[in-house]
């Protein structure tokens, strides 16, 4: 197992996570946050509305001791909303998304042949960006060793 297939893995299991969450879109309608591997889609044209509510899947490193040792794999995910309620709190909902996948993770914690482990940390945007807000989750997962020869992999 590789890290893209971690990374294909979460992509899947957060779309399921949150596929009756509804935030705001840009265009005044609600829709379930959009998961992402690695970067957002680049747009076709400058009219193309941003793609908020969404969740980036990014592999950050990884590490493997020794040959026989787990597979350590970093993972950052990065959240944005749009809220363009006057009220200026749409870092709530960011909060919300980051607290349902801390208690999924917690909860069930095997993903396929990855485990998540310990520590799950967050992180709100520092300067205000209204009307849309963002957040970070940094997640370690740890993989089976891998034993496969590459020309298997690819």
């Known amino acids: 197992m590789t890290a893209r297939d971690l990374q294909d ?18 265009d005044g309608k609600m829709a379930a946050p959009r998961v992402y591997a690695q970067y957002l889609p680049k747009k076709e044209t400058n009219d193309e509305d941003d793609p908020f509510p969404y969740i980036i899947v990014r592999l950050d490193s990884g590490s493997i001791e020794k040959q026989t040792d787990p597979h350590k794999i970093a993972v950052i995910l990065l959240v944005g909303i ?45 300067e205000e960006s209204y009307p849309y807000y963002f957040g970070a989750v940094n997640l370690t997962f740890q993989g089976p060793a891998p034993r496969a020869k590459w020309s298997e992999l690819v």
């Open 9 to 26: 893995y979460i992509v899947e299991d957060l779309q399921k996570v949150f596929r009756r969450d509804h935030f705001k879109t840009p």
């Open 82 to 126: 749009f809220d363009d309620n006057l009220d200026n709190q749409g870092h709530r909902s960011v909060l919300e998304i980051i607290e349902r996948i801390q208690f999924h993770y917690e909860e069930t914690p095997a993903l396929k042949e990855f485990v998540f482990i310990d520590p799950f940390n967050w992180a709100l945007q520092d």
